[in-house]
T-cell receptor, first 114, second 116 residues
């Protein structure tokens, strides 16, 4: 079955450390997205990518970085510059073209500070 | 800018009760509208969608009608089950010409708790 795989499910970060969250999809979607979810809040967009080797900042990109070297993969790095990284991170993908296309989500990675 | 407003939760119901979760939106143009569901510890799953005015999306007994005149997309179910307990998110998708992609804007989510 096609889908989006995020790993790890739980991740702990020490002060001053960079950590990378993995996102892989086999849906053959061009566009991929990273969201942050805080308790009791909706999702906020961190970064998105429409095609390989291209990505754009979302609404809360500071302290994060991404790469898109392969169509299937869109890893997110939470850098030490992100002072409040504790959150639930969700990766999504969608076909690039066609208005109204829904996004498909992975099961998320929960990041906590040690 | 575009936005989505959902009723605050939690919504607590007995099994077999009728469910309504209100959702209103503000948008330029003609967005598509979605309801997503999130079970504990999981990602979001698409529940239903509507792409134009007066469309009704439906799935698993849930329904929502795209009402342009009231800018609403309320979620309803005639008889809820314990297994429907989850967080429900209303969202709109507008084509962003500047970015050339479909941006999803979410409401804050409404937690539903159904007890036997």
């Amino acid at each position: 079955d096609g889908g989006i795989t995020q790993s790890p499910k739980y991740l702990f970060r020490k002060e001053g450390q960079n950590v990378t969250l993995s996102c892989e999809q086999n849906l053959n979607h061009d566009a991929m997205y990273w969201y942050r979810q805080d308790p009791g809040q909706g999702l906020r967009l961190i970064y998105y990518s429409q095609i390989v080797n291209d990505f754009q900042k979302g609404d809360i990109a500071e302290g994060y970085s991404v790469s898109r070297e392969k169509k299937e993969s869109f890893p997110l790095t939470v850098t030490s510059a992100q002072k409040n990284p504790t959150a639930f991170y969700l990766c999504a993908s969608s076909p690039r073209h066609g208005e109204g296309q829904p996004q498909h989500f992975g099961d998320g990675t929960r990041l906590s500070i040690l | 800018g575009d936005s989505v407003t959902q009723m605050e939760g939690p919504v607590t119901l007995s099994e077999e009760a009728f469910l309504t979760i209100n959702c209103t939106y503000t948008a330029t143009g003609y967005p598509s509208l979605f309801w997503y569901v999130q079970y504990p510890g999981e990602g979001l799953q698409l529940l239903l969608k509507a792409t134009k005015a007066d469309d009704k999306g439906s799935n698993k007994g849930f329904e929502a009608t795209y009402r342009k005149e009231t800018t609403s997309f309320h979620l309803e179910k005639g008889s809820v089950q314990v297994s429907d307990s989850a967080v429900y998110f209303c969202a709109l998708s507008g084509f962003m010409f500047s970015g050339g992609y479909n941006k999803l804007i979410f409401g804050a989510g409404t937690r539903l708790a159904v007890h036997p």
